[in-house]
């Protein structure tokens, strides 16, 4: 069973920056495909990242420029580093993952199998 667990969210003043980490419980998964998402209150919820198995990335248009993903396999942890930050941010993120490897630019919308419990941002003006 796969246990993702995020963490480094928190409150920021915009233009500022958090790094957002998602540890992996079984190692194998964390080579598969991974993203990150978020839900602000009312709204859908929106695919900000994802990377694959090659460390190919993608990223939605109102973070492009701003978030980079990575991942680190020997720690099992996928990273969402955010700069730069807007209120239009703030919101639940939510890192995701599954077996399936992907090579090539990932999707940013996937019905990724595991999910995290996720980690609020806030962004203030």
């Known amino acids: 069973q796969v246990q993702l667990v995020e963490s480094g969210g928190g409150s920021v003043q915009a233009g500022g920056s958090l790094r957002l980490s998602c540890a992996a419980s079984?190692?194998?998964?964390?080579?598969?495909?991974m993203g990150w998402f978020r839900q602000a209150p009312g709204k859908e919820r929106e695919g900000v990242a994802a990377?694959?198995?090659?460390?190919?990335?993608n990223y939605a248009d109102s973070v492009k420029g701003r978030f980079t993903i990575s991942k680190d396999n020997a720690k099992n942890t996928l990273y969402l580093q955010m700069n730069s930050l807007k209120p239009e941010d703030t919101a639940m993120y939510y890192c995701a993952a599954d077996t399936r490897r992907w090579y090539g630019v990932p999707p940013l919308l996937y019905e990724y199998k595991y999910w995290g419990q996720g980690t609020q941002v806030t962004v203030s003006s």
């Open positions: 990377i694959g198995s090659d460390a190919s990335t």
């Open positions: 079984a190692y194998t998964y964390s080579r598969g495909l």
